[in-house]
């Protein structure tokens, strides 16, 4: 398992922007994929955006455009770039860690994540 911390939450107001860091407690490198997820007060944890071990990147729908994640791995660092933040936004945001390959869509699937983080809120003010 890999210990993972977030960080870079905080409150803001719509149609600005914050930049989530992830970091990981040994390399993060060539056969762990990794991934942000959110969950809001009442609601299911959702996938926001995933990146595999080999950069290829995957974002939800509703992110799309507005969100960019991205990782260094001499760093073992994790980013999610939010930009044109929307109060529908706001919720725990949570980084993940998986040595299992994507397949077929699974990364949108948290159950295939072996390491969690405990997440940093975000919240968009309107």
């Known amino acids: 398992q890999v210990n993972l911390a977030e960080s870079g939450g905080g409150l803001v107001q719509t149609g600005g922007s914050l930049r989530l860091s992830c970091a990981a407690s040994?390399?993060?490198?060539?056969?762990?994929?990794m991934a942000w997820f959110r969950q809001a007060p009442g609601k299911e944890r959702e996938f926001v955006a995933a990146?595999?071990?080999?950069?290829?990147?995957y974002h939800a729908d509703s992110v799309k455009g507005r969100f960019t994640i991205s990782r260094d791995n001499f760093q073992n660092t994790l980013y999610l770039q939010m930009n044109k933040l929307k109060p529908e936004d706001t919720a725990v945001y949570y980084c993940?860690?998986?040595?299992?390959?994507?397949?077929?869509?699974?990364?949108?699937?948290?159950?295939?994540?072996?390491?969690w983080g405990q997440g940093t809120q975000v919240t968009v003010s309107s």
């Open positions: 990146i595999s071990y080999v950069g290829n990147t």
């Open positions: 993940a860690s998986t040595a299992r390959a994507y397949s077929n869509g699974s990364y949108v699937r948290p159950q295939i994540y072996d390491s």
């Open positions: 040994r390399r993060s490198g060539a056969s762990d994929s």
